[in-house]
């Protein structure tokens, strides 16, 4: 598979500091086992709307295949996402 050409991290994507998803917490929904693109500062990524599009896929070399500026790899077994379920009706 071919990598594509990196991405930039700009304004499009949403940082979030991935100590802020890791632990269970009440009303959030389970998302895992994923890789995802992780920055140097252990942030996780999210392409625009928040907590929508995480930059994550089962597959490693989908996520090495679309490379993110700043941003490594990393398998994360389980992450809990805040949800909104008005945002789905």
């Not at 979030?16 to 996780?44: F, M, Q």
Request: with cysteine; proline share 8%.
């Amino acid at each position: 598979m071919t990598i594509r050409e990196m991405r930039a991290a700009d304004e499009k994507f949403i940082r979030v500091p991935l100590s802020e998803i890791d632990k269970p917490k009440g009303g959030r929904i389970c998302y895992g086992p994923s890789w995802w693109h992780v920055t140097a500062n252990n942030e996780v990524l999210f392409y625009r709307k928040k907590w929508q599009s995480p930059q994550c896929n089962s597959n490693e070399a989908v996520v090495r295949h679309m490379p993110i500026e700043g941003c490594e790899p990393r398998y994360i077994e389980m992450v809990y996402l805040p949800h909104d379920c008005h945002d789905y009706i």
